[in-house]
């Protein structure tokens, strides 16, 4: 077994997921602004370290993703932000992609970019206490889209990344997102996605990565958030079971879902059913940013030196998730 593929086993054991806390500062601004309290580093600090010092750091959260400015900040007892992750038992990642930029001759799609100068940043990361990282692509349904361009380009631009990330010895999390924005059924949700994540392995290989030592973060597949034609929970779970069951290779140990704007149940739910429904070998556990802090912000937001109920909060978030990891979860549990 390989260092990187026991790194990504680790993350996601025993029901364990990711906590996505790598909201650039503009959209961590935005967050902030939207429950009114003042984007400063210091209060971006204390939301993050409230959440990264709670108890379900231990069992519930094998990995957090942090951005940029938190993984140089140093928490209130002193240790630096990895640190107290470590400490706590769970394993430090970092978003290394630098955003999604209007794609030339596809003005209406994004690439991402952040390939420039990546590995000197993955060695001073990796310096810092990072042991994996994230690079996020991004593709909109529509008539026309996603294009074989978008398709293309970002699927290279993700291996690209990978190949650097496991020579820096860190697991990359390879995050293709097919966003659920427009009324387009399930269906051409799971042709899309499936088309998006064969791409990706297509490169994925080309540029011999250890698929042993990765973790994809897909969507699930949804109807888009416009369309009056809706799925439930157990169709949505069946169809994202089979679009990962024809296109992930068997190599990879762990998918890891984005929220990608499902609500806090929604996204608990949802997991909760594919792993009910997962006859694959792949791990299927989540990595979630507004589905795991959306009630805690909230909460936080009244009192942000209330620390103790807004960890309630978001280790019973934690709790429910790492219980739908692995089949476990129902919704009398949400008020127990
Ligand atoms: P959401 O779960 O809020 O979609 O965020 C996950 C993420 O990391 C997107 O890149």
Redesign the pocket.
């Known amino acids: 077994m390989s260092e990187l593929n026991t790194t990504a086993l680790k993350i996601l054991e025993n029901g364990k997921g990711i906590l ?1 806390a ?1 909201e650039s500062t503009g959209t961590m601004t935005k967050r902030l602004e939207a429950v009114k309290v003042p984007s400063t580093p210091e209060n971006r600090l204390l939301f993050r370290e409230t959440l990264f010092s709670a108890s379900s750091m231990t069992g519930c959260i094998g990995g957090v ?1 942090l951005y940029d400015e938190t993984i140089k900040q140093k928490s209130t007892n002193k240790y630096s932000i990895p640190e107290l992750i470590s400490k706590m038992g769970s394993i430090p990642g970092i978003k290394v992609d630098t955003g999604a930029k209007v794609l030339a001759n596809s003005l209406d799609e994004k690439i991402t970019e952040g390939l420039d100068g990546l590995r000197d940043r993955l060695k001073e990361y990796y310096k810092l206490g990072a042991k994996f990282t ?1 690079w ?1 692509g991004v593709y909109n349904i529509t008539k026309e889209h996603p294009s074989k361009l978008a398709i293309y380009s970002n699927a290279h631009a993700l291996a690209r990344y990978a190949a650097l990330v496991q020579e820096c010895n860190m697991v990359p999390i390879v ?1 293709p ?1 097919v966003l659920m924005d427009g009324n387009h059924s399930a269906h051409d949700c799971f042709i899309k996605t499936s088309e998006v994540i064969q791409k990706c392995f297509e490169e994925l290989i080309l540029h011999k990565i250890d698929l042993s030592g990765i973790i994809l ?1 897909p969507n699930m597949i949804l109807s888009g958030a416009e369309s009056k034609n809706k799925i439930d929970g157990k169709e949505i779970a069946k169809m994202t079971v089979e679009c990962l069951k024809i296109s992930v290779p068997t190599e990879v140990p762990g998918i890891a879902f ?4 499902q609500s806090e149940i929604e996204a608990t739910e949802n997991l909760d059913l594919i792993n009910k429904q997962n006859n694959t070998n792949f791990i299927m556990s989540f ?5 795991l802090q959306q009630s805690a912000l909230k909460h936080w937001s009244k009192d942000i030196n209330n620390i103790e109920e807004t960890q309630k909060i978001f280790n019973h978030r934690a709790r429910m998730n790492t219980l739908a990891a692995q089949g476990k979860w129902s919704k009398e549990l949400e008020n127990k």
């Open positions: 996505a790598d993703i994230k996020r995050e997102e973060k984005l929220s990608g704007g990595s979630y940013g507004r589905a």
